[in-house]
């Protein structure tokens, strides 16, 4: 199945550093999300980007939807251990009779050393 | 309120059994979507219900994988003669609507042995 290109596929930090990682695809979404999932539990959603070139916050966490509407990019500030986590990017068509499906990415897994 | 529930969290079967995974999405919420994680990757769309109806079934991997929603409320996705690569997580998300947030389950943890 499809599957977005998510970099990078895992990270090692200090408590603290701040991370970025990215999501690209080889086609054109007009909603990307980013969820967190923690082990044994299913995603749960950090932040929606609805159009292309928007910039949103939540807290530590900012993300950017592409202007090619084909990537975005998650940045964290000041990680904490609570941080730890797989995060995934997702690409969604919504309206016109989309399905609506998300098209995840590979993942990032990350990792915070007090 | 309760969130997105699925049962059981973990099945092991063996080779050739047939298995049945049930979804209770949150109370009112029109879509479910069915999602399948393998391991280290990221959840990949099987199917998806409007109320009753299943309106996108593209992404079930074989005839052996079938998907129903008979009242509209809780849904079950029944893999027949399971095979050791039906091995995964199975995630279940509801939303208000079609275009509205997915919200996921915990997800059925799946070993065929």
């Known amino acids: 199945g499809q599957q977005l290109n998510q970099s990078p596929q895992s990270m090692f930090i200090q408590e603290g550093e701040d991370v970025s990682m990215n999501c690209t695809s080889s086609?054109?979404?007009?909603?990307w999300l980013w969820y967190k999932q923690d082990p044994g539990e299913g995603p749960v959603l950090l932040i929606a980007?609805?159009?292309?070139?928007e910039l949103t916050s939540n807290g530590r966490l900012t993300a950017q939807f592409g202007i090619t509407r084909k990537d975005s990019f998650l940045n964290i500030s000041a990680s904490i251990p609570s941080d730890v986590g797989i995060y995934f990017c997702a690409g969604q068509l919504r309206y016109g009779g989309a399905t609506n499906k998300l098209i995840f990415g590979t993942g990032t897994l990350l990792a915070v050393q007090p | 309120g309760a969130g997105v529930s699925q049962s059981p969290r973990y099945k092991v079967a063996k080779r050739g059994q047939d298995v049945a995974l049930r979804c209770d999405p949150i109370s009112g919420h029109v879509s479910l979507f069915w999602y399948q994680q393998a391991l280290g990757q990221g959840p990949e769309f099987l199917t998806y219900f409007q109320n009753e109806a299943q309106l996108d079934k593209s992404g079930l991997p074989s005839d052996r994988f079938f998907a129903e929603r008979p009242e509209g409320s809780v849904s079950t996705l029944k893999i027949q003669r399971t095979q050791q690569e039906d091995s995964a997580v199975y995630l279940c998300?509801?939303?208000?609507?079609?275009?509205?947030?997915?919200?996921f389950g915990p997800g059925t943890r799946l070993l065929v042995l």
């Open positions: 998300a509801s939303s208000e609507d079609r275009e509205e947030t997915q919200y």
């Open positions: 086609s054109i979404f007009n909603t």
């Open positions: 980007l609805y159009k292309a070139g």
